[in-house]
Structure formats: structure tokens, C-alpha cells
């Protein structure tokens, strides 16, 4: 590849301010450890105004509200017992943060759609294809914006990678291997458990390195799925404390083979715990090149090695390697935030 070519990969676009001639009301339902990054990033913003939270458990929204009133911006916040009751007594919301455990994605989310409010949907999605083509029809019916939390998407090497696929420069993408994960690296809490999480590495690491790919072709439709599960780390004392190992019940390992349309084949593999530092680089391959990108990193959305593409030119067998981006401005969740509203 050419520096010319190089070049138009590695550019990047300094940040504007953003000035909306607005103010947004906004909500946060669930104020676990993920809607710390939501509402640090809110607090960060002139023209948005937090005025109502929900939570299940007695006193934590209200806890939650106090750590973050620095300066008074919280003083007037409403506090809810669910998200339902936050929807029905907050008539002029503009957008919620639905920051829950996995299983009550759905419910919150749609709810708070069919009332006419958008919302940020922390990732996964949620935890069955049911669900997910319910939240896609009150989305559609509603009117309003749904956008998953997948932060990776502002950054500007996730950004690369697509650019790379898009321009042409790998050719027809046929095969993607992708995934990844950590040695020991197991959460507790609501993550390990069926009844709150519903599943496990797949929807909490797993779907970053899914939407890195996919988000990059386009996301093709699946036509047929082999899946394999196991949770042999989460299980057991010797790796895992024995009060988690005991009610431990969703995958702490998962494997792929996806059949997409198209012509494309992606091998997916994604680990909480395992005995080997990486099940692989995510890697797609094209007719025309490939782009290896570090396995370690795929994971959780960032990079912090360089990509490579694998190519031909004048002949000859040549790999191109493509330098780091720095993300330049406000962090990933405060981008992710602000470009929801």
C-alpha cells in the first residue's frame, strides 16, 4: 500500500463542540457501576439536565445522586422506585440511560419507547432474538431513537477498521475470525447469574468484537448459527471464589461458527477465563488482502498495538502496518452520549 493510500486511513477529524440551541431532560434507569460513566459524561454537558433516576433497590438512586452532586446540578432530581414509574411522572423526558442488568433490557426499553421517549440501551442489546425483534418494532412504531451503547464506535482505529473494509482496499471480504478475551477475568455481581444476566462473556466482552466486524461490513444477515458454550472456570473454587462458583450459571466461554449472507464465514470465540493468553486475533480476510487486528484489544473496543494489512504489491507478498490514531478530545462514553442526543 502506497503512503498515498496509507494516508487516507490515518487522517483524522478534529473534534467540534457541539451546540444544540437546546436543553435535554434525560433519565437514568439502573445506577449500577455503568451509569457512573452515563451520568459523568451528562454532568459534562451544558445543555442536559438529569432530573429523574430509578432503581429496584431502596435508597441506591438516591446514594448514587449524592456522589455526583458536586455543584447543585442534582439537587432537583426526581427518584423512582422502576422505570415505569420514572416514565409515567416525567411527561417532558427527551431520553433515558437504561443501565440495568441484562434481562431487564427489553422491558425498560420498550416501555419507555411506546411512551415516547428515546434511549441510550446499554449493550448487550438483550439476551434472546425475541426480544430483540420487540425492541426493533416499538423502536420503528414509536418514532423515537433507540441506540446501543457500543462506545468502540468512536474510537478512531475501531473507525479505521471500517474504513479499511469499506474502501475496497481488502476486496469481497469471505471469512472473519474474531473475539477474544482474558486469562482470569470473571465479574461477579449481576453478571453470573441466569435470573439477572441471562447470558454471560457473549453478551458482556463478547458483543464489542462482534460489532467490530460486523459494524464494518454492514451487518449482513446470519442464515445459519453452530454455537458452543462453556463455563468450566466460573464453576469451580479453584478459579473462581466458591460463593460466585456456586450460583455461576451463564458461559464463561463461547465459540461461533456463523454463516452470514453474502458469502461471508465468521468464527467467533470469546472467554471470560482460559488457560491461553488469546483464542486468536480477530483477522478478516478478503480476495484482494487481510487486516489482522491484536486480539487482546478487540475485547473491550480499544487498541493499544497497531493493525496490520496483509497484501500484494508489484508482486510482491508485503504487510502494511497501520499506526495507532490517537482519540483525541472527550473520552469514548462522554462521544457515545453526546452523539445519542
Given amino acids: 500500500m502506497s503512503d498515498a493510500v496509507l494516508n487516507q486511513f490515518t487522517q483524522t477529524v478534529e473534534e467540534e463542540k457541539v451546540s444544540t440551541g437546546r436543553r435535554f431532560k434525560v433519565g437514568i434507569i439502573g445506577t449500577g457501576w455503568i451509569a457512573e ?7 459534562d454537558m451544558d445543555d442536559v439536565d438529569i432530573v429523574a433516576m430509578a432503581d429496584l433497590i431502596p435508597g441506591k438512586a438516591e446514594k448514587f445522586a449524592a456522589r455526583y452532586n458536586k455543584d447543585g446540578r442534582l439537587d432537583n432530581v426526581h427518584f423512582y422506585k422502576n422505570h415505569e414509574e420514572l416514565i409515567d411522572n416525567e411527561p417532558d423526558l427527551d431520553a433515558v440511560s437504561v443501565c440495568t442488568y441484562n434481562m ?26 425475541e426480544e ?46 474474531t473475539g477474544g478475551g482474558r486469562r482470569r477475568g470473571i465479574p461477579n455481581s449481576t453478571f453470573i447469574e441466569k435470573k439477572t444476566a441471562g447470558i454471560g462473556a457473549m453478551g458482556d466482552i463478547g458483543c464489542y468484537s462482534l460489532d467490530v466486524v460486523l459494524n464494518a461490513i454492514g451487518y449482513p444477515k446470519p442464515l445459519t448459527v453452530t454455537g458452543y458454550t462453556s463455563n468450566f472456570f466460573g464453576t469451580n473454587p479453584k478459579y473462581n471464589n466458591p460463593t460466585d462458583a456456586a ?12 454463516r452470514l449472507d453474502g458469502g461471508i464465514i ?45 497484501h500484494d504489491v508489484a508482486g510482491e507478498q508485503v504487510q502494511t502496518v497501520v499506526p495507532l490514531l490517537e482519540n483525541k478530545g472527550k473520552g469514548l462514553f462522554y462521544k457515545k452520549c453526546r452523539s445519542f442526543l
Fill in 37 to 43: 460513566a452515563h451520568i459523568e459524561s451528562y454532568l
Fill in 132 to 177: 430483540a425483534v420487540e425492541i426493533c418494532k416499538a423502536e420503528k412504531e414509536s418514532g423515537k431513537l433507540l441506540s446501543i451503547g457500543f462506545q468502540p464506535r468512536n474510537d478512531e482505529n475501531m473507525k479505521m477498521v471500517k474504513k479499511i473494509v469499506q474502501s475496497g482496499e481488502l476486496g469481497k471480504i469471505y471469512y472473519i475470525q
Fill in 247 to 258: 450460583r455461576f450459571n451463564v458461559e464463561d466461554f463461547a465459540a461461533a461458527f456463523v
Fill in 104 to 129: 431487564t433490557h427489553a422491558e425498560c426499553t420498550i416501555y419507555s419507547l411506546k411512551h415516547g421517549v428515546n434511549v441510550l440501551l446499554e449493550k448487550p442489546m438483550c439476551v434472546t432474538t
Fill in 266 to 310: 465468521l468464527d467467533f470465540r470469546i472467554a471470560w477465563a482460559m488457560h491461553p493468553d488469546t483464542p486468536g486475533d480477530t483477522v478478516i480476510f478478503g480476495t484482494e488482502g487481510a487486516l489482522r487486528i491484536p486480539s487482546t484489544d478487540c475485547w473491550n473496543g480499544e487498541m493499544s498495538g497497531p493493525m496490520t494489512i496483509y
